[in-house]
Each structure stands twice: as C-alpha cells, then as structure tokens.
C-alpha cells in the first residue's frame, strides 16, 4: 500500500512541475468554482474580483513564484494563484449573434445547436479554423474565429 501512495504522489507533483514550468504568454481554465484574483502576487495583496465561473478561459501573462498573472475575457489583468488555474482548454463564444455548432468542422455541414455569446465550454482538436466544443453534454464544431482562448492559427488536441 506505501508503494501505491508514493507512486500516486511522485505523479501528482510530476503534473504540478509540468503545469509551473510553462513559459507565459499560455492559455489555461479557472479549475474552482470560486477564485479571486488579486492586485499582486500574493494572499496580502487586497482581491479585485472573485469568479465563480469554473472553466472560464483566461490567459497567463506573467509567472512569479505560485503566482500567474491573468487576463480574463473582459481584457482584466490581476494575479491568481497557480492552484486555482487548469491545463484543461476552453474558450468563450464571442459577443454578438449567437454561434452555429455544427456536425462536422465544416461550414457546410448541419448546424446541430447554436451558442449563445459568454456561453463557455470545453475545447479539443483545433485545427484548420475550427474547434470540437463541448458545452454541458452537447458537442459540435465551432469556427476558431468565434472563440476567445486562442491564439490565431493555434492548433489543439
């Protein structure tokens, strides 16, 4: 039994050391369902806005100590702690009309839900201008163009 928790531990500070050596700027997800984000790297520095969005995409701009500096959808930039961040992708549908969803990463292809905009959800196999997104138990492709939490001409698995 002592060897199973030494094995579970040396992989749990593996993917902690792999997720702390990323080089900003990156995109990464609010792993809670509350998190604050502060004016500095630090629980003394005062909170300027708590989310409670889990997944909402953000991106790290700066990296200090357990810190990362973000920038959330809305273009604010405050530091939030290396815990409450996750490797897991996801984007946010763009203001304006709502976003086809479609069967295949094809414009063309049947429109199986549309997204209404500041709808988030999970994103996977990016590629060629276009993104599989899961939002709640429904699954369709979206234009990349359509989304905030990537870069241009990002590819994703």
């Given at each position: 039994?002592?060897?199973f928790?030494?094995?579970v531990?040396?992989v749990?500070?593996?993917s902690?050391?792999?997720?702390?050596d990323k080089?900003?700027?990156?995109w990464?997800?609010i792993?809670?369902?509350?998190a604050m984000m502060?004016?500095?790297p630090?629980r003394n520095?005062?909170?300027t806005?708590?989310y409670?969005r889990?997944?909402?995409?953000?991106r790290?701009?700066?990296?200090y100590?357990h810190w990362r500096?973000i920038?959330?959808?809305d273009?604010?930039?405050?530091?939030m702690?290396?815990?409450?961040l996750s490797d897991?992708r996801?984007?946010?549908?763009?203001?304006?009309?709502?976003?086809d969803l479609?069967?295949r990463?094809?414009g063309t292809s049947?429109?199986?839900?549309?997204?209404?905009?500041g709808?988030v959800?999970r994103?996977?196999k990016?590629?060629?201008?276009?993104?599989?997104?899961?939002i709640?138990?429904?699954?369709?492709?979206?234009r990349?163009?359509d989304?905030?939490?990537l870069?241009d001409?990002?590819?994703?698995d």
């Open positions: 039994m002592r060897w928790a030494a094995g531990m040396l749990a500070v593996a902690a050391a792999s997720a702390e080089k900003p700027p990156y990464a997800s792993a809670s369902g509350q502060r004016t500095g630090g520095y005062p909170g806005w708590l409670q889990r997944d909402l995409p953000i790290v701009v700066q990296v100590n500096k920038e959330d959808p273009g604010q930039q405050g530091w702690l290396v815990t409450m897991k996801s984007a946010i549908v763009r203001p304006g009309a709502r976003r479609h069967n990463p094809d049947h429109v199986a839900y549309k997204a209404e905009p709808v959800g994103i996977a990016c590629r060629d201008g276009w993104c599989r997104m899961t709640a138990k429904r699954e369709g492709f979206v990349m163009s989304l905030w939490g870069s001409g990002e590819s994703v």
